[in-house]
Nanobody
Framework: QVQLVESGGGLVQPGGSLRLSCAAS????????MGWYRQAPGKQRDLVAV???????NYADSVKGRFTISRDNAKNTVYLQMNSLKPEDTAVYYC?????????????WGQGTQVTVSS
């Protein structure tokens, strides 16, 4: 069984920084893209950043220059370094990964971690 476990959310003041982590575990053959999405109250879940297994990255325009996604493929872990945080970054952040097992090649989601940016 595959699991994605996130950590690193919390309360931070505007202008501050947080680092999210997401580790995949279980019977994993390999992992394709890994990324972060976020969902604010009353809004849809939107892509924040994604990184391919080959190291290519893509970001939402709203976070370019402030957030950095990175991966440690040996640890099946993806990170999101968030700097210069703004109140509008407040949301539940979800990790997503395209994971191949012996039986399937499917997207998996983490449980979500709350990020609140407020003074």
């Amino acid at each position: 069984q595959v699991q994605l476990v996130e950590s690193g959310g919390g309360l931070v003041q505007p202008g501050g920084s947080l680092r999210l982590s997401c580790a995949a575990s279980g019977s994993i053959f390999n992992i394709g893209s890994m990324g972060w999405y976020r969902q604010a109250p009353g809004k849809q879940r939107d892509l924040v950043a994604v990184a391919t297994s080959g190291g290519m990255t893509n970001y939402a325009d709203s976070v370019k220059g402030r957030f950095t996604i990175s991966r440690d493929n040996a640890k099946n872990t993806v990170y999101l370094q968030m700097n210069s945080l703004k109140p509008e970054d407040t949301a539940v952040y979800y990790c997503n990964a395209q994971i191949r097992t012996d039986y399937s090649n499917s997207p998996y989601w983490g449980q979500g971690t709350q990020v609140t940016v407020s003074s």
